[in-house]
């Protein structure tokens, strides 16, 4: 058995993600953790009943068969279970798979072969199923009660008792085998004494089928008859479970669409050397690609790994990272992300990552394991769960027996055993939380944000301080000129402007860059420069047209007056030297730059959101504590901190924790791995260093301000909506509970199995729909 290994702890604890075949409530997920977690060797088990998984921790020292032994305590459980297959090997068999007409006439040849029982159990899908089953019912109601109660026309051969029991009977047994699952896995979950709601769903049918064979052929017909009963309970159970896995199905495969776009093979440049035209091209498996390889994606097509674009220019549609519709224009070394779709002419770029290791294929793994955990706020229902059905049947047992001796009538009695369980739904209770989180991961994702586990949407809700840090986050990193002060009447601006990007051309650093770039957007043409020397860590002097400049900051001149340097901390300052390297040398300062580091456009907006939600804002930066309070000003923080080390960061999150605030880290830098990590939730923007990555609770991929207050009204209306849910599954079956046992008997109130089936179908469905709000939320 293929062997996949997630994570290796020295006490040989290994983890496995396993498929679960045959769940249908809560009851079922429950009762497999509580078998698998009395093992010895199972550290941990989680199963998911939306995903119909499981996540295991097993001990390979306890047994060396740890694995293969889960899965046979999972199968005598009545289950099927299978470990999931590793995707590279999946993959790959996509891309190398045989010719579809040749798959095809293997699969009907074996088709033929299968016997007729299995062919006639396959015949129908569950629409098809459902679509019969309604057609059978309305039949069995029309000619077992409808005809007499609004005097219709009823076939004469029909009007003979035997024949007429004879018919509801074909017709039960019809729909009892389209409905044969409801048997199977409720009879056997009883056996195993772990009943679930296919037990009760099985109980209340098999009792009223019984009664009816009783009452049709050992009575003289004088009762009326439960055949009708039963189809109407399967009918709108089925009904009910079909609506409910196709809106779960919809959440689901709505995600999955948003991370379809990986492409399964990749064309190679074989002898491309980054130019030139000499090379031949190989279409290869995705996984094949290689860090430096030269890829080739043509119109239309999605890049298959990350890397560096080599071509001049490309329009990329990048929505499934960052949910924005509009294309994004990238340049020569600018970056490509794998899934992204290249909407114009091929073009060439250079792997950076193999495909295993390429964005989508992380998110795509972010999207699985969020779907793989548990809020801490499901586990009571879990525990709920794995009583609730055993208490109904017991209930069931006593008002059904209670009200047989009471009303001296049989009848009576199964009415309300049979009511009482049909009416009870755990399946309500069990999909009150994965509900509502698969709608909310659903909506996260689609708009580039992604959490990595279910419970962190119970903190965030909770989330009372935010912590930013500035640059990257706050702030894009890119520095801006923002004013020029000319001390030199006789020059303008354009002269100040071509003077220092002249000389910062010969330079790489990010000011230089900042400074070099302003004067090419105002086109302003570079001098050629004579000659130039760099002062490590103060800045450069040149020889321009024979004349001697200096450009730096404040460390680079002797006589700066004070009123310059309190204008602002970021400065760069030109002056021109005569006879310098002589006892006559005489500066004389031009101009004094103020520069700054640019805000992202939205980052006001998103702290504004911020304080609107009560959420108090504080930023903590490693940058220089004059740039931290003119971004502060300019972003409307008050509380704030610059020159902040990685341990100045670590102590301001403890103090904000001991106060009793629920504290959000914001970053996404190398130093803020340490306070990401002692945040009671950590948030990091995508291109943000490998290590903060890993602390990440919530990995943002737009890279926008404003995915944070979208985070938090996302989580907060996401356990509102748990709220709601498991409120309304509780007190639906607190009201309909005691009712179906007879609470309003003195009323003369009843309710009976058919009505029970649809209230429990409804239930259900109403639960599900309740979650799928989710879906319109706009935060």
Known sequence: MQEQENEKSNDEVLEYRINVEGMTCAACQASIEKSLKRKKYVKDAEVFLLTNSAALKLDVTENANALEDTLKTIEKLGYKASLKEDKKTESKQQATSKSPAKTQTQNLEDYENLPFWYKFNHLFNTKEKLILSVILTVIIVYISMLHEMFNFYLPAFLEQYTVNVVVQLIIVLIVMHLGRNFFIRGIQALIRLAPNMDSLVAIGALASFFYSIYLGFFTDGSHGLYFESVCVILTFVMFGKYIETNIKNSAMSGTDALLSNMSTTAIKLEGFNGTGSNYTEREIPSEDVKIGDYIKVMPFGYVPVDGILVSENASIDESMLSGESMPVVKQTKDLLYSGTLNLESAIIFKATQEAKDSTLNKIKE??????????????????????????????????????????????????????????????????????????????????????TKASVIETLSRVDTAVFDKTGTLSTGNILVKKVN??????????????????????????????????????????EVTSSKSILGKGMEALINGVDYKLGNAGMFEHIPEALTNEASMMVFLSRVENPNTPDSKEELLSAVILEDELKATSKEAIARLKKMKVSVHMLSGDNIKNVAISAENLGITDYKGDCTPETKIQNIEMLKKQNHIVMMVGDGMNDAAALARSDVSMVMAEGSEVSLKQADVIVFNNEPKAVSSAIALSRATLRNIKQNLGFAFVYNIICIPISLGALAALDIWLNPMIASIAMSLSSVSVVLSSSRLYYFKG
């Open 366 to 451: 972010l999207v699985e394991k969020a779907r793989e955990s548990k809020a801490q706020i499901a586990r009571i229902a879990d525990r709920v769960s794995l009583y609730f059905v055993p208490t109904v049947i017991l209930l069931a047992l006593i008002g059904g027996i209670a009200w047989w001796i009471a009303d001296m009538s049989f009848a009576k009695g199964l009415d309300v055993f049979t009511t009482t369980l049909l009416i009870s739904c755990p399946c309500a209770l069990g999909l009150a939380t994965p509900m509502a989180l698969l709608f909310a991961n659903f909506k996260s994702s689609a708009n580039g944000i992604f959490f």
């Open 486 to 527: 000319i001390l030199d009447t006789k020059l303008s601006e354009f002269d100040i402007m071509q003077i220092i990007a002249s000389i910062e051309a010969q330079s790489s650093h990010i000011i230089a860059k900042a400074l070099v770039k302003h004067a090419q957007n105002a086109n302003i043409p570079l001098l």
